[in-house]
Structure formats: structure tokens, C-alpha cells
């Protein structure tokens, strides 16, 4: 099913590609270049080829998500261009959908890169009947290398540190097949510097155990340096937190129906707690 996914969406991108380079003639000075010389035309007609697959080389997986992205404006724009014309009877002098589709891009996907790249803090007060207060400091998406690298993290959980959690979670996609060994290892040693009052804790994400698909390091040596500085790893399993709270921790779904190690029912998960006070 991966494959044939994968197949599609280069059949997409591909497509596109050939779509772009063919639009990008309503351009002036693209324009000028082909009836100046040929050669020139059709090297600038392959320069949206050849920047999709050197950028593949780099990392595919953001070629891919950057191109589908310009492959979608340029479609968009190029058909509300269409009906603007056509309601108005009339045609640009110059190709205004092609700039909007390269500029709302480069402006989009530049967007997305400062918001992965930046640390928000969101701050919500969960009231219960129960007496206990507890402060929990939730760490999500960390995309080891992909967002922070090793160095980058310590610096976030010392600012995490210095606001005296009763307990740190860290709620999946810690890491990823782009993540370093060395980012790893070193985002895990920055959780020892850190002793929350109830303890830390942690639980998979869908893209916590594809590092084994050519990463430098397996799941289970994340684990175990997760465990040397001081986290709990729970799979279906409960934490009991004072004398009220219990912090349950689930496998991901994407281990559901036998994938993986196979995720278990909630009963599982919840094996352990004391259903009249959890």
C-alpha cells in the first residue's frame, strides 16, 4: 500500500513539474529566453526537474512536501485566473497567478519552517474534584533533527526545568528516521538534568519506531537512553502519580491490529489503576 502511495505521489509530482515548467512560459523574460536561443528555453524549462530531484537528494521527504505545496498554487491560482478572466472578459499583461502561486508558497512552507523551528508555550488549568494539584509539563512532536537538534533541546528542557514541573511527559515523536545518533543521545542525557517531583515520562509516537528504517539507531537504544536518564517508558501501561492521579500511558495507533509489537486494549493500559479514585 506504501508503495503504491509513494508511486501515485511521484506520478503527481512529476506531472506537476512538467505543468510548471510549461506555465512558467507565460513569464516575460522566460519567454524572451526561448525565442532568443533554444538551448536557454529548455534549460530553463528543466530547472524546475533538476531543483526537485537535487533537493530529493538532500531530503525527500521536504522536496516532496515543498513541490506538492507550489504544485498545488500554481494549480489554484491558474485556475482562479481562468475565472477571473472570464468574469471579466479580459487577460493580464503579465502572469499574475504564476507569482502569486511562487510567492503565497515560499511564504507558506517559510511560515511552517519558523513555527517547527520555534518553541510555543500553552498554558491550560484542567479542574477535577480531586484534592492533589500537580503542574504537568508536556513535551510533543520534538522531531529530534528535524526541528531541534541535541544541543537546541537541553536548552528547552532547562527552560522547562526552571519552571519546577511536578512531572514531565514527552507524548510521542521524539525522534525520527532523519534523527543523528549523536542529537539523540544527546536530547536524552538533557532529560537527566531535569527531576520533575512525580518523575518523567515517556510514550511512542507513529514516527518513534520507523528510526530503524536507515536511521543510525534503533528504537530499543532510545529507549534504554531514555531509561538511563531517568524516563519511564510506558506501552499500555499505568503510572501511579501520588495518592490519587494516575498516568496511563498507551502504544501508538499505528502499533493497532498486530503492526509493531501489536497495541493492546485499554484494560491494559489500564491494568493496575484503582477505577473508584482514577
Excluded at 508503495?3 to 513539474?17: D, E, K, Q, R, Y
Excluded at 468574469?87 to 499574475?96: E, Q
Excluded at 528535524?146 to 514541573?165: H, N, S, Y
Amino acid at each position: 500500500m506504501y508503495f503504491v502511495l509513494l508511486c501515485a505521489a511521484m506520478t503527481f509530482i512529476l506531472s506537476g513539474l512538467f505543468y510548471i515548467s510549461v506555465r512558467c512560459r507565460r513569464f516575460a523574460a522566460v519567454r524572451r529566453a526561448w525565442q532568443r536561443s533554444k538551448v536557454m528555453g529548455w534549460v530553463i524549462f528543466a530547472m524546475p526537474f533538476a531543483a526537485f530531484f537535487i533537493s530529493a537528494c538532500i531530503n525527500f521527504y521536504g522536496a516532496s512536501v515543498w513541490f506538492l505545496h507550489l504544485i498545488i498554487f500554481f494549480m489554484l491560482f491558474d485556475g482562479l485566473g481562468w475565472a477571473v478572466g472570464k468574469i471579466l472578459h479580459g487577460k493580464a499583461r503579465c502572469y499574475i497567478s504564476g507569482i502569486l502561486a511562487f510567492t503565497v508558497t515560499f511564504a507558506y512552507m517559510g511560515l511552517g519552517w519558523f513555527l517547527a523551528h520555534h518553541i510555543f508555550e500553552t498554558d491550560y488549568k484542567i479542574i477535577t474534584e480531586k484534592e492533589a494539584s500537580v503542574r504537568i509539563a508536556l513535551i510533543a512532536d520534538a522531531h529530534i533533527g528535524a526541528t531541534l537538534d541535541g544541543v537546541k533541546f537541553r536548552e528547552q528542557i532547562k527552560r522547562i526545568a526552571a519552571a519546577e514541573p511536578d512531572i514531565l511527559a514527552v507524548a510521542g515523536d521524539f525522534a525520527d528516521d532523519g534523527t543523528k545518533r549523536k542529537d539523540m543521545l544527546a536530547a536524552c542525557k538533557a532529560f537527566a538534568e531535569i527531576e520533575p517531583k512525580y518523575g518523567k515520562f515517556y510514550v511512542f509516537g507513529n514516527h518513534d519506531k520507523e528510526v530503524q528504517n536507515g536511521g543510525e539507531f534503533t528504537w530499543e537504544e532510545m529507549c534504554s537512553a531514555l531509561e538511563d536518564a531517568g524516563v519511564t517508558v510506558l506501552e499500555d501501561e499505568c503510572a501511579k502519580i501520588g495518592d490519587s492521579i494516575y498516568l496511563i500511558g498507551r502504544k501508538d495507533r499505528s502499533e493497532e491490529g498486530g503492526r509493531m509489537t501489536g497495541r493492546g486494549a485499554y484494560e491494559r493500559a489500564f491494568r493496575g489503576a484503582v477505577y473508584g479514585g482514577a
